[in-house]
């Protein structure tokens, strides 16, 4: 005698899980400037656009030296620096929470 199962598959209640994305932390972290000036920031963003941020809410990243600086406006996810570190007053008339754009 032979036996024949024929298995349908169900089909799926609910499409499968789409890319998705994790917030950054919301811990404060510490950077040093190459003279060793500490500065407390905030991680923003998820993995694929992420910016950092002082306490006050102003945008700052990495110069080539090292130094980290208030950033004036994104073109795309490029910051464009000011000349002022982030250890001292922001520039006169700085946006705040200033946000890379995501490039596809």
């Given at each position: 005698m032979i036996f024949t199962a024929c298995v349908q598959a169900a089909p799926p209640t609910a499409p499968p899980p789409g890319p998705?994305?994790?917030p950054a932390?919301?811990?404060i972290v510490e950077g040093r400037q190459p003279d060793g000036t500490i500065i407390r920031m905030y991680i923003?963003?998820?993995e694929r656009i992420n910016w950092m941020e002082t306490e006050k809410g102003y945008t700052?990243?990495?110069d080539a030296q090292g130094y980290w600086r208030y950033v004036q406006k994104y073109e795309g996810k490029k910051p464009v620096l000011s000349?002022?570190?982030?250890?001292k007053?922001?520039?006169e008339g700085l946006g705040k929470n200033?946000?890379?754009?995501?490039?596809?």
């Open positions: 998705s994305s994790a932390s919301p811990d923003r963003g998820d700052i990243a990495k000349e002022i570190p982030a250890d007053a922001p520039p200033i946000r890379p754009v995501l490039v596809k």
